[in-house]
């Protein structure tokens, strides 16, 4: 986003969040929103989409989570959920966390700190239950084990020192699940001790929730409940938002181009335009020549003009960075100085010129240009940036052509590495390195699409991972990054940009700016009569 | 009579058999299935878990394997799982039919109501203003895609009454269903009743020359004896098998409708089903579907002998 941008946002920000909290919430009404398509299922844990923690966050809670009340996420934003209070011991590689007492579950049985050991085993695969899918198990690489003290203490045994590991159980992703609920039932009829209890999933049709009247976070939740109607065509579901159907969109379905049209046929709407924290990139199958070959990787990271498709796919509301999400709305991504340092981030005639010698030297020209594909989801949102990215290369003397893929088949496509070029969109847990960096540059993540493994890289990520002077980590990640961009590890395009639309009666919801997964506990917001 | 309806029968046992190995080999033939796509929300492939995800599901078996156990569940009424809801499949798609039911019978009223006398009209008055007017319209209905139509409509609604006939929650009483189904209805229903009217047309303006026609003009019959008694009841054969194969296709048309409209119908269950390659969903709705068709071809067929005392089925 563009800092002028930004501002204006904040002030706006500012003034709707002085009556918010001013008033006096009131209690009642049903929040009414779209969904965009069936959730995969309940289970939070084992999915990797806000299809699912964006209705089914409200079932839970976190051991900490992000405040709901501050529009970032971030180490200093963490605040107490089923914890009361928590503490690191002297060499930094124990966290002991007191718990909540008289916490229930839905179905009544008492919530103790063997339900918070039965989940973290379940995530490290040593429980005698098994998730079916387990998308996030490289975030624990670091935890040795995790021991129930007694009922209302727990403490995580790490390896070696990781501050950003209480971000991670921040996230909206790290709810604490039940040990008397067998995974397949969570991912049907989930149960948890949060605000909200789940009622019933209609496959497309809707999703429903009731306030849960015993919450042990007296006073709340002000909502009686949630109902999320799925609604798959986007024409409809945005009409539907115009007409006063829905209290509010779903998350970042606005696209900037769409924004215009809602607030000119809603102009009382109120649309959080931020961040996504998801990125665009290019994936690179660096095992078929000649991109094997690292000069040719690297002109193509020399021929993407970034601020060409912030420009045309968001209207120029989007932000350059690498891997991170870049200041001022993400925490640890390269500012502007660094950045510019960074290949294919400088002068974009001298870049081009940089990327046409570098083919050359693999032995392509103007008369010798290389035919290849560029591979992506048959969906306009990874469509349109691969034409564009077509249309970039051929700076570079590569003619592309587009091959679109079934939704369906895109992972076992890219798992078995049968694609050149693949045109992606990652979108990031909590704004953290130890997200970003494990999960899609670690040399075996299950997320690592492009099985990037660079062994010196993987111990400065363990590296960072330990530090606690922020200053200090802040500086190697930079290092980390611009790194993986020279390397052309998995090329960003871009980070997206979007927006959540709420009806002006929608009060106490606040969107976090670089994040897109952790602020859907809805337990503060209320309905204006 | 009785010996065509046996045949009839077996035939239909026959194509019913047929449309399951169809649809069954179809399904597999498409590229990935549940567990691709689970992971892919998932944002990752691990083929040990694909692996035992599939065993899971049975979808390791044996295609012939997999089949026969889908046949004789079948055959036993136990339709099986949804893969992506974990409910029993006849749970799924039970409360889904009489909604798509609803739609497309109310769409069938809507193209016969319209349909059948302006055809009538439009023929009796050949070459009039009247009748270039309603080929005009015709040809529309023809010629606009219902998608496009059915956005059209919601977007006028919006416009100009600030709300919107989409489904959000089920309908209190049969006035708010009607309400609610009319404007898909008539949205799908808008091609049907097109069709319907040009081919009354074309068959009224044949019927109209004949000379038992001319007979019963001289005898001093009235125009409305001659033109919805002699006539129309010559002239809609035809029409009556359009009406029948258009109720069989309806279902198609449907699945644009739910959508735009979000009814949680069959029709639009089915393509999503076929996107998460839910096969005992997939299987059994189409089979379902089929069952009608065939059943309905077969009425449409009896329904000649009624209406026409010429044939005669042996």
Excluded at chain 1, 2 to 25: D, I, M, N
Excluded at chain 2, 119 to 133: H, M, P, R
Excluded at chain 2, 166 to 188: G, H, R
Excluded at chain 2, 204 to 215: A, F, G, H, S
């Amino acid at each position: 986003m563009q800092p002028k941008t930004w501002l204006a946002g904040l002030a706006l920000a500012a003034t709707l969040a002085v009556p918010v909290y001013a008033a006096a919430q009131q209690a009642g009404g049903t929040l009414r929103a779209y969904h965009r398509g069936n959730p995969p299922s309940g289970s939070i844990h084992e999915e990797a989409t806000y299809d699912t923690t964006r209705p089914y966050m409200g079932v839970f809670n976190n051991l900490v989570m992000f405040d709901q009340t501050k529009d970032m996420e971030s180490l200093d934003t963490v605040v107490a959920d089923l914890a009361t209070s928590w503490s690191w011991d002297s060499s930094k590689t124990k966290i002991t966390f007191q718990l909540q007492k008289g916490v229930k579950w839905h179905d009544g049985k008492p919530f103790t700190a063997k339900d918070v050991q039965c989940t973290w085993d379940l995530l490290q695969g040593k429980g005698k239950a098994k998730l079916r899918k387990n998308p996030r198990k490289i975030w624990y690489w670091n935890l040795k084990e995790t021991t129930a003290d007694n009922d209302h203490q727990v403490t995580f045994h790490l390896n070696q020192p990781q501050p950003s590991f209480l971000a991670l159980l921040a996230s909206g992703y790290s709810p604490v699940y039940p040990c008397h609920v067998a995974p397949a039932t969570m991912r049907t009829n989930p149960i948890g001790t949060g605000p909200f209890k789940f009622v019933e999933l209609k496959q497309n049709e809707s999703i429903k929730f009731v306030k849960n009247p015993d919450y042990w976070k007296k006073g709340k939740p002000y909502l009686d409940g949630q109902e999320f109607t799925i609604v798959k065509s986007r024409s409809t579901r945005v009409l539907g938002f115009v007409a006063d159907k829905f209290d509010m969109t779903h998350p970042n379905d606005i696209t900037i181009p769409l924004l215009k049209d809602v607030k000119e046929q809603n102009p009382a709407a109120v649309c959080y335009t931020y961040p996504t924290n998801i990125s665009y990139n290019i994936i690179v199958n660096r095992e078929q020549a000649p991109f094997d070959n690292p000069d040719v990787r690297l002109a193509m990271s020399y021929a993407m003009d970034r601020d060409a498709f912030i420009k045309i796919l968001m209207n120029g509301e989007g932000a350059k960075g690498g891997v991170m999400l870049p200041p001022p709305n993400g925490v640890w991504g390269m500012p502007p100085d660094v950045l510019a340092k960074t290949p294919g981030y400088g002068d974009k005639t001298a870049d081009i010129k940089k990327g046409q010698e570098l083919m050359k030297k693999a032995g392509f020209g103007p008369d010798n240009r290389l035919s290849a594909v560029v591979s992506t989801r048959n969906v306009a949102t990874y469509r349109d940036p691969a034409v564009i990215l077509i249309d970039q290369l051929k700076a570079i003397y590569i003619d592309a052509e587009l091959k679109t893929i079934e939704n369906s088949n895109w992972h076992a496509t890219v798992a078995k590495k049968d694609y050149q070029i693949g045109m992606n969109l990652t979108g990031l847990a909590v704004d953290d390195p130890d997200v970003a960096l494990f999960e899609n540059y670690a040399c075996g993540s299950q997320r690592n699409y492009t099985g990037y493994c660079n062994k010196d890289l993987q111990a400065l990520f363990e590296k960072q991972s330990s530090m606690s002077d922020v200053e200090a980590r802040k500086k190697l990640v930079w290092e980390i990054d611009a790194k993986l961009q020279a390397d052309v590890a998995r090329p960003m395009i871009a980070h997206y940009n979007a927006a959540t639309c709420l009806q002006p009666r929608v009060q106490g919801f606040v969107r976090k700016r670089n994040g897109s997964y952790s602020d859907w506990r809805m337990e503060n917001v209320w309905l204006k009569q | 009579m009785a010996s065509y309806i046996i045949r009839r029968t077996l035939l239909m046992v026959v194509t019913l058999i047929g449309l399951s190995i169809v649809i069954f080999a179809m399904l597999r033939l498409v590229p990935g299935n549940i567990a691709d796509i689970l992971f892919d929300a998932a944002g990752f492939i691990d083929p040990a878990e694909k692996a035992q995800l599939e065993e899971e599901l049975g979808l390791a078996d044996p295609i012939p394997v997999q089949y026969w156990n889908w046949i004789v569940g079948l055959l036993q009424g136990d339709l099986g799982f949804s893969y992506v809801s974990e409910l029993p499949t006849i749970d799924e798609i039970a409360p889904r039919l009489p909604i798509t039911a609803k739609l497309a019978v109310l769409a069938l009223f809507f193209s016969v109501i319209f349909g059948l006398p302006l055809g009538v009209i439009s023929a009796v008055n050949q070459n009039s203003k009247l009748d270039y007017f309603l080929r005009v319209i015709s040809l529309s209905g023809l010629s606009l895609p219902s998608f496009w139509l059915a956005l059209l409509i919601l977007m006028a609604f919006v416009s100009w009454f600030g709300s919107m006939p989409i489904y959000t929650n089920p309908p209190d009483n049969l006035w708010d269903e009607l309400l609610l189904y009319s404007v898909p209805a008539a949205a799908v229903g808008f091609r049907s009743s097109a069709l319907i009217m040009r081919l009354t047309r074309s068959s009224m303006l044949e019927v109209l020359r004949q000379d038992y026609i001319r007979t019963a003009k001289a005898k001093g019959a009235s125009d409305n004896s001659v033109n919805y008694g002699h006539a129309l009841s010559n002239a809609v054969l035809p029409v009556i098998t359009i009406i029948g194969i258009e109720a069989a296709f309806l279902i198609g048309g449907l699945i644009v409708t739910e959508t735009v409209f979000n009814i949680p119908g069959v029709a639009r269950f089915l393509v999503e089903a076929i996107q998460w390659r839910d096969y005992p969903i997939v299987q059994n709705l189409v089979m379902f579907i089929g069952l009608v068709v065939v059943v309905t071809n077969f009425l449409v067929d009896l329904l000649y002998v009624a209406l026409d005392p010429r044939i005669k089925y042996e």
